[in-house]
């Protein structure tokens, strides 16, 4: 800050005295002059020769001593010129001029005791002198004491409202105190004086981001790069701000162009990775985030977001080695513990109660980490009341967690609930605004450390906080871990235990978790909707086609939309079978991430046979076309051992059935609980080998195919799975009762 004040400074002009007629010899008075006339000239060599003979005539005159500092700081002397200011000084103790030169000499030297009284008696003797107060403000700044430099800084602008470097620097100051609304303001004004300033367009924009202002904040951001071409930390405001609005194209070239400066920027570098992942470009992400970690051992995202990578390409013993090489670098990692334990959940080998025991160590790891700060709920423990529940989620956007959470907001009953929305993501856009917009409070919490969160959280007296994600995505389990809230509960992001003790309840139904089936392998209570957990809609509205496929093709196709990781090799195999015994059918697959998992996944199914000529492969395609792809298939084979809950919705919503195989694990039930509650319990096979036969046999009855397809979508509109209505009452009811459940506990 203190080279700051002195660059300012160094644009205001130079506090020298002038020589006064009558004050001197004759000689030096016109000496002085003459130098003045070179200095003002930008000659301060001149000057600095004038004052000299100055002061060789006249040695014990403060004002030549003076003088002759000020030029020979401008030629860069500044230890001569301490020395003339010092001289000065001694001279006349009393000369505003001579203690603020010395003053802010000593300020460039760090030497703040020394300087101090010596600026404040300069302003002593002229309260209005604008460049001692902004020298002392700084020095105040140096020291810690925010409050009196901006103090200093705020007496300076009512003097000199115009003043720019101070505007500039009050900005700075009024920052640190956490006043971000009136550093932004200050900052405006500043703008509105010199709008092609560099430095107040590059700050300006990176508080305006901060405050998720990002359309203002692009435009500074372009200002500043207009003004600096050079600026790299330029085009990493633009691309957070690409990020929000998910804007990827434009975020990817701005970090591209930095990173060809600097590739080894290693922050960049990890948003650069994320930047690739979501727009499904995997083997480069895996290839950048392959490069931060060998940066940095000990980066923990980075093993999370690299493993992630492996994870949805199907990779996940590539994956789960990554992971823990993270974990043997990597301390209080938790978020990449949570993505080793989510990978863990698609490996068919390990059993489900090695599983249930990785999430309790998670779970009791976590929680003595973080100790439950706010046991002493002053929340009123009235079972009727209005009650304010809490959604966290990091995936407020184009993501399935609005798409089964909006009908809940749409239908809840007002006069009993207010809902609050912690966003801990960073991507704004449609789905976003919606359910903003639906939120009786929302709070954005992308920036924020999970111990601030849960300070905000129980300061807005959240009496049921709802986890949306699990161990999925952006995990949010420190915040659960510190219990913010009296009553917690976790629902839709991930249908299995979280581990922590602290969270009370996780919300299913009684078809995907059946009673006395899972519940000792949770360490949370579970509540079972009588209905369903998911309440369903279309993330677009498509129609389907009102003809079956194998009506019109003459022979059945199969298909699967779930996600890459899910295609295990037990799944693989009985599609193998599946295929070889109906011979003439045909079997989609959408959604295949990049040519490596195609690749492997077409030599697993020749190996079993099946001819490649027979199998369709289609990356991820936008929304509406992956609907229509649908229409091409006429029977669905759902995943195992990790089970598909949207695109089971999906498939049916486009007319067509899906055969499925649920295990014990909850996670592999999902799509038997929806088939379960539309009435379609003869498509869930009870074993691989009923799997098989199930798919065979209904590809023979091509009657049966067609019908569905005509029907599925009434099918639906007419059950719990698109009641919104009912399922908000279901919620809601839940809800009620976790809560007199904790009024039930006094105390």
């Not at 003002?40 to 003979?53: I, P, T």
Request: aromatic share 10%; charged share 25%.
């Amino acid at each position: 800050m203190l080279g700051k004040i002195l660059k300012i400074l160094g644009t205001e002009k130079s506090t020298a005295a002038a020589a006064t007629p009558g004050a001197s010899p004759d000689p030096v008075h016109l000496l002085i002059a003459d130098g003045n006339r070179a200095e003002a000239a930008g000659d301060f060599v001149a000057a600095c020769g004038h004052y000299r003979k100055a002061v060789e005539l006249a040695p014990e005159y403060a004002t030549a001593h003076l003088n002759l500092g000020i030029g020979l700081e401008a030629i860069g002397n500044a230890d001569e010129a301490k020395e003339s200011f010092e001289r000065a000084l001694a001279l006349d103790p009393a000369d505003i001029y001579a203690n603020y030169n010395l003053g802010r000499q000593l300020v460039a030297r760090e030497s703040l005791a020394e300087a101090e009284p010596l600026l404040m008696r300069a302003i002593a003797g002229n309260p209005d002198f604008v460049d001692a107060r902004v020298v002392l403000s700084g020095l105040l700044e140096s020291k810690g004491n925010f409050i009196d430099a901006a103090t200093e800084l705020e007496k300076v602008l009512q003097i000199q409202p115009d003043y720019f470097g101070a505007l500039k620097n009050y900005a700075e100051v009024l920052f640190k105190l956490q006043r971000t609304d009136d550093a932004i303001s200050a900052l405006r004004r500043a703008f509105a004086m010199q709008p092609h300033d560099f430095a107040v367009n590059f700050k300006l924009g990176t508080l305006l981001l901060q405050t998720d202002k990002g359309r203002e904040a692009e435009r500074h951001f372009q200002a500043a790069l207009r003004s600096n071409p050079d600026s790299l930390e330029s085009r990493v405001g633009l691309v957070n701000i690409h990020l929000e609005q998910n804007d990827l194209d434009a975020a990817a070239l701005q970090a591209e162009t930095v990173l060809r400066k600097r590739p080894d920027w290693v922050d960049l570098l990890f948003d650069y990775g994320l930047i690739l992942k979501r727009m499904n470009r995997y083997a480069e992400a895996e290839s950048v985030f392959r490069r931060a970690v060998a940066l940095d051992k000990t980066y923990a995202r980075a093993y999370q977001m690299l493993g992630a990578v492996l994870t949805v390409q199907s990779r996940v013993k590539d994956a789960l080695e990554v992971f823990e090489t993270g974990r043997q670098h990597c301390t209080d990692a938790f978020e990449l513990e949570s993505a080793e334990i989510f990978a863990l959940n698609c490996l068919e080998d390990i059993s489900i109660d090695d599983l249930f025991a990785r999430h309790v160590d998670f779970g009791n790891r976590i929680e003595q980490h973080y100790a439950a700060r706010f046991e002493n709920f002053t929340n009123i423990r009235d079972p009727g009341r209005r009650l304010r529940i809490g959604y966290v989620s990091g995936d407020f956007q184009y993501h399935v967690v609005p798409l089964f959470l909006l009908p809940l907001l749409e239908e809840r009953d007002r006069s009993a609930f207010e809902v609050y929305c912690y966003a801990t993501g960073d991507t704004d856009d449609a789905y976003t605004a919606r359910v903003r917009r639906l939120a009786d409070v929302w709070r954005p919490a992308s920036r924020m450390k999970s111990e601030d969160l849960a300070d905000m959280i129980n300061a807005d007296a959240i009496d049921i906080l709802v986890d949306l994600a699990g161990h999925s995505g952006s995990p949010n389990l420190r915040v659960f871990a510190q219990r913010p809230a009296p009553v917690q509960a976790t629902w839709v992001g991930y249908l299995n235990t979280t581990g922590l003790t602290r969270i009370h309840y996780r919300i299913s139904d009684e078809r995907c978790d059946p009673q006395g089936l899972t519940d000792r392998y949770h360490t949370e209570k579970l509540v079972r909707l009588p209905h369903s957990q998911w309440c369903y809609r279309p993330f677009e509205e498509v129609a389907y086609e009102p003809e079956a496929a194998c009506v019109k093709n003459g022979y059945v196709t199969f298909g699967s939309f779930n996600q890459t990781f899910k295609i295990s090799s037990q799944v693989r195999a009985l599609w193998g079978r599946i295929l070889t015994q109906v011979a003439d059918s045909r079997f989609v697959v959408v959604g295949v991430v990049n040519d490596r998992a195609r690749e492997d996944l077409l030599r697993d199914l020749e190996n079993d046979g099946v001819d490649r000529a027979r199998i369709t492969m289609a990356p991820y395609l936008p929304v509406e076309e992956y609907y229509r792809w649908y229409n091409r298939v006429d029977i669905a084979l759902d995943t195992m051992p990790f089970s598909g809950g949207t695109t089971t919705c999906d498939a049916l919503w486009m007319g067509t059935p899906v055969v499925t195989m649920p295990g014990v694990r909850s996670w592999s039930r999902s799509a038997g609980s929806i088939l379960t509650t539309l009435g379609l319990q003869d498509w869930i096979a009870k074993s691989p080998e009923d799997y098989v036969r199930l798919a065979v046999q209904f590809a023979g009855n091509p009657a049966l195919i067609a019908g569905l397809h005509k029907s599925l979508r009434s099918k639906m509109l007419d059950s719990p799975m698109t009641d919104k209505r009912q399922f908000a009452r279901d919620m809601e009811s839940a809800y009620r009762r976790m809560w007199q459940s904790w009024c039930a506990q006094g105390g």
